[in-house]
C-alpha cells in the first residue's frame, strides 16, 4: 500500500502562487508515476499533469501549461505542484495520485492510490 497526503491549499488572489505537497509512504517505488488532479464543484475530476519518480519527466494540460509546476524531492519521498499565475478557474480540491507503472496517462482510473485532497481557492 502507499499513502499520500496533501498540504498546501488555501485562498490566494488572482495571480498569485501556491505550492502543493504530496508526501508519499509505504510501498513506493521509483518506477511510479505521480499524478496531480483537481476537481471543482459539480465538475468531474481533471487531470492537471503528472511526473515519472524514475527521470523526473513530466507532462501538463494545456490549461496549466508555462504556469504549473511539478517536481520531485526524492530523498523525501515528496511530489510539489508549484501553481503561478493563479486564476478563479483553478478553484478546485487538488489530489494527487501515484500510478504502478511509469507511463504516464491522464484518466483517473489509470491510478492506484489518491490522497484525501486539498482545497484550493482563487480569488478574483
Known amino acids: 500500500q502507499v499513502q499520500l497526503v496533501e498540504s498546501g491549499g488555501g485562498l490566494v488572489q488572482a495571480g498569485g502562487s501556491l505550492r502543493l505537497s504530496c508526501a508519499a509512504s509505504?510501498?513506493?517505488?521509483?518506477?511510479?508515476?505521480m499524478g496531480w488532479f483537481r476537481q471543482a464543484p459539480g465538475k468531474e475530476r481533471e487531470f492537471v499533469g503528472a511526473i515519472r519518480w524514475s527521470d523526473g519527466s513530466t507532462y501538463y494540460v494545456d490549461s496549466v501549461k508555462g504556469r504549473f509546476t511539478i517536481s520531485r524531492d526524492n530523498a523525501k519521498n515528496t511530489v510539489y505542484l508549484q501553481m503561478n499565475s493563479l486564476k478563479p478557474e483553478d478553484t478546485a480540491v487538488y489530489y494527487c495520485a501515484a500510478r504502478r507503472s511509469a507511463l504516464i496517462l491522464g484518466e483517473s482510473r489509470w491510478y492506484d492510490y489518491w490522497g484525501q485532497g486539498t482545497q484550493v481557492t482563487v480569488s478574483s
Open positions: 509505504g510501498r513506493t517505488s521509483s518506477s511510479y508515476a
